[in-house]
């Protein structure tokens, strides 16, 4: 498994302010993912973080809003921007360790991070 | 859309018992499967995955594929009221990030 840690692990913000979350991890991992988990709901996948080059992002989310970087391949950044009442959520890191050194796309389990609790008033 | 399909319970059972959760899945592509626990309040936890048909056994924990039917399942054994919880499907066409289930909540009564 892959240890993680997310910063902050809650925030209470103002309507139209941006916030970023911060994800470590303690190796080096190819795929990081970065989920948003809408009270009383399941995860929903925000987008792919990809190491030197622009994340992919889901159908319903942009970059405008949820840009992220990835500069390397232990740490990624998500900003949450210009935020309304409607992006109170958790949103959750997650990685997909390449260290294990499985071949294939059949292996891939994915850990997850703490999660930043995130409250726009 | 590719989709995961959870009874959202609560699923009640009494400790000691098996408790049952299902999974259905729309994607025929889907290849990895995995069982997540999530406490409320927490981030969900990796317990179970599997890639084969058949049964995989992990102490209390089975869980069972039967890929021509998009069907997934998790068995818990001797439910313990600490089992109590979340749980939530995903599954994936490979390395790349994981289709969730809406969860089942799950409560063991003492």
């Known amino acids: 498994s892959a240890v993680i840690s997310q910063k902050p692990s809650r925030d209470i913000c103002q309507r139209g302010t941006s916030l970023t979350i911060q994800c470590q991890v303690d190796s080096q991992v190819t795929m990081m993912f970065w989920y948003r988990q809408q009270p009383g709901q399941s995860l929903t996948l925000i987008a792919t973080?990809?190491?030197?080059?622009?994340?992919?992002?889901e159908s319903g989310f942009v970059i405008d809003k949820f840009p992220i970087s990835r500069p390397n391949l232990t740490f990624s950044t998500l900003t949450v921007s210009n935020m309304s009442p409607e992006d109170s959520s958790i949103y959750l890191c997650?990685?997909?360790?390449?260290?294990?050194?499985?071949?294939?796309?059949?292996?891939?389990?994915?850990?997850f991070g703490p999660g930043t609790r995130l409250t726009v008033l | 859309q590719k989709e995961v399909e959870q009874n959202s319970g609560p699923l009640s059972v009494p400790e000691g018992a098996i408790a049952s959760l299902n999974c259905t899945y729309s994607d025929r592509g889907s290849q990895s499967f995995f069982w997540y626990r999530q406490y409320s309040g927490k981030s969900p936890e990796l317990i179970m995955f599997i890639y084969s048909n058949g049964d995989k056994e992990d102490g209390r924990f089975t869980a069972q594929l039967n890929k021509a039917s998009q069907y997934v399942s998790l068995l818990i054994r001797d439910s313990q009221p600490s089992d109590s919880a979340t749980y939530l499907c995903?599954?994936?066409?490979?390395?790349?990030?994981?289709?969730f289930g809406s969860g089942t909540r799950l409560q063991v009564q003492p």
């Open positions: 973080a990809n190491q030197g080059s622009e994340a992919t992002y």
């Open positions: 997650s990685v997909d360790p390449v260290t294990r050194g499985l071949a294939g796309g059949r292996y891939n389990e994915q850990f």
């Open positions: 995903a599954v994936t066409p490979g390395r790349r990030a994981l289709t």
